[in-house]
Nanobody, 123 residues
Framework: QVQLVESGGGLVQAGGSLRLSCAAS????????MGWFRQAPGKEREFVAA????????GYADSVKGRFTISRDNVKNTVYLQMNSLKLEDTAVYYC????????????????WGQGTQVTVSS
């Protein structure tokens, strides 16, 4: 089993920055693809970003490309999401995810999910 615990969410003004962290425990973390999804009120859960075990060739949703950066520290068993130039539409609950399989933008491709952390962007 893999346990994922997110932190770093909060309230930020538009144009500001936040860094989310996800601490993983349990089975081997370094071999897993790690990622982030988000869900805004009344909307479906959507892919944000993911990164392979090596940290190279991360994938991003078009809506966050150039503003968000995903990274991981396999020594600390932690994955990060640096969010810059935040917009009102980035307001959502952000979920950390993990999979032993290949990177995908489908939520069904991730079998481990954290509890989520709220990010609220105000004007």
């Amino acid at each position: 089993q893999v346990q994922l615990v997110e932190s770093g969410g909060g309230l930020v003004q538009a144009g500001g920055s936040l860094r989310l962290s996800c601490a993983a425990s349990g089975r081997i973390f370094s071999s897993y693809v790690m990622g982030w999804f988000r869900q805004a009120p009344g909307k479906e859960r959507e892919f944000v970003a993911a990164v392979s075990w090596s940290g190279r060739s991360p994938g991003y949703a078009d809506s966050v490309k150039g503003r968000f950066t995903i990274s991981r520290d396999n020594v600390k068993n932690t994955v990060y999401l640096q969010m810059n130039s935040l917009k009102l539409e980035d307001t959502a609950v952000y979920y950390c995810v993990a999979t032993e399989a290949t990177m995908t933008m489908r939520s069904g491709g991730y079998n481990y999910w954290g509890q989520g952390t709220q990010v609220t962007v105000s004007s």
